[in-house]
């Protein structure tokens, strides 16, 4: 059964650090990209970073790049999003994704919470 689960949310206070992970079952990251999405409370899902299936690229939105980095280990079969700098807009539910690439996504997993306090 396909599963893709976050994990590492949390409260943090303005300029800490987070790292989430996914970890996918069911299939192998070597065939697939791995999308990171967040939505804030009454705010449209913003995509904000993308790793590709063989992790040589990598790709981010202006609003975090900088200051998050995504990275996979394919042998744990787990993408990570590393958040430094954290900002109170930064706040909001995080989901991973899978998908043949960084342009359409199958598969979704949950969603792990981040607040961040000012």
């Known amino acids: 059964q396909w599963q893709l689960v976050e994990s590492g949310g949390g409260l943090v206070q303005s300029g800490g650090s987070l790292r989430l992970s996914c970890a996918a079952s069911?299939?192998?990251?070597?065939?697939?990209?791995i999308g990171w999405f967040r939505q804030a409370p009454g705010k449209e899902r913003e995509g904000i970073s993308c790793i590709s299936s063989s992790g040589g690229s990598a790709n981010y939105a202006d609003s975090v790049k900088g200051r998050f980095t995504i990275s996979s280990d394919n042998a744990k079969n787990t993408v990570y999003l590393q958040m430094d700098s954290l900002k109170p807009e930064d706040t909001g539910v995080y989901y991973c994704?899978?998908?043949?690439?960084?342009?359409?996504?199958?598969?979704w997993g949950q969603g792990t919470q981040v607040t961040v306090s000012s």
């Open positions: 994704a899978a998908g043949p690439g960084c342009r359409r996504y199958d598969y």
């Open positions: 069911g299939f192998s990251l070597d065939y697939y990209a």
